[in-house]
């Protein structure tokens, strides 16, 4: 019974430590792309369905799953969607690498288990088909082996009888992948080749994040995705918006359905708790759940532009922020 307030006790303190450590200017950087942090992959399993997509205002998100033979039955079989807070870290660990190597050769820590305490420190290591290190194998395969879409529908606002262009990009996240073994110690490397696309993107459209605060959220990937939301949100935010219940579930997808009054008013809770330890975290974000919907007004970067610049140094290049 007390299990809910330890856990309780100690996400605050890692807000504390994550709070300490922006003002100290000695923030753990992280990076992701635009698209990635404006359009989220799946919460959890969605199951066996041959698509899964997810809208931000026009921009919307399409992954499909990569295939394989199975050697059992000799049909081909789906091998799932990239969910969960492993892919997520294991996707913004590869871009940051690839962010500060400056290479589309990304090596997956010395053996899965050192990846894993690399991007879920802390967490317990365990085996067996449903053990930490099990589902990292298996979610790094259902990654790199997606193909995931980027459709923006653009509307023109000069000309109504004008059809409104469409920007579409498709990505896919490695050209090749060597990954770990399913050996008991959990040795050998793994590596990964990055599409070139993907790459460039990482390159010149990065948008920094902060480990620490990755972390402090544990295994809520809808906190985590909030976060990188508003990291991005805000470098670029010039007035207040309001992003209606709908289109934020829409987004975040932690709800299937809102449709009647019992569903919504569980949404609005749920998302209220969420932004709640969101904003313990970053206690700069003026975010506002309100009736009409959540309200975001300018506030700081997450990650101060000061150290942007330092990070710039460091690298010897611009960084450059995503529209």
């Known amino acids: 019974m007390a299990r809910p307030k330890r856990d309780e006790q100690a996400f605050e303190a890692a807000a504390a430590v994550v709070r300490a450590a922006r003002e100290a200017d000695r923030q ?11 359009a989220c992959l799946p919460v959890s ?21 990569g295939y394989t033979k199975d050697p059992k039955t000799g049909k081909t079989r789906s091998l799932g969607y990239p969910s969960g807070v492993l892919a997520r870290k294991t996707m913004i660990h590869t871009i940051t690498e690839a962010r500060r190597t400056r290479r589309r050769e990304i090596t997956l820590g010395d053996g899965i288990t050192d990846f894993y305490r690399t991007i879920s420190p802390g967490g317990a290591i365990s085996g067996g088909p449903t053990g930490s290190l099990t589902r990292l194998r298996t979610q790094s395969e259902q990654l790199f082996n997606a193909a995931i879409s980027i459709r923006v ?25 060597v990954l770990w073994g399913n050996d008991k ?18 390159l010149e459209k990065a948008v920094p994040l902060d480990w ?28 207040a918006i309001t992003i209606s219940l709908d289109d934020w579930n829409e987004q975040f997808g932690l709800y299937s359905s809102i449709e009647t009054k019992e569903a919504r008013y569980k949404a609005r809770q749920g998302y209220a708790k969420k932004l709640a330890r969101v904003l313990k975290v970053y206690d700069d974000a003026d975010v506002e759940m309100t009736k009409a ?6 506030s700081l970067t997450h990650v101060p532009l000061k150290g942007m610049r330092a990070v710039q140094a460091s690298l010897g290049t611009q960084l450059t922020l995503g529209a």
């Open 28 to 38: 753990h950087l992280a990076f992701t792309t635009p698209f990635l942090a404006s």
């Open 45 to 65: 399993d969605p199951g066996n369905i041959p698509v899964y997509e997810r809208r931000n205002g026009d921009t919307e998100l399409t992954i499909r799953p």
């Open 153 to 177: 529908d653009r509307m023109n606002a000069n000309d109504d009888d004008d059809e409104s262009p469409t920007y579409i990009k498709n990505l896919t996240v490695a050209d090749e992948a």
């Open 185 to 202: 110690k959990g040795s050998g490397r793994a590596v990964v080749v990055l599409a070139p696309t993907f790459f460039n993107e990482i």
């Open 212 to 239: 620490n605060a990755l972390h402090a959220f544990g295994d809520d990937p809808t906190c985590i995705d909030m976060y990188i939301f508003f990291t991005y949100r805000f470098h670029s935010l010039k007035r």
């Open 293 to 298: 919907g959540i309200v975001l007004r300018p």
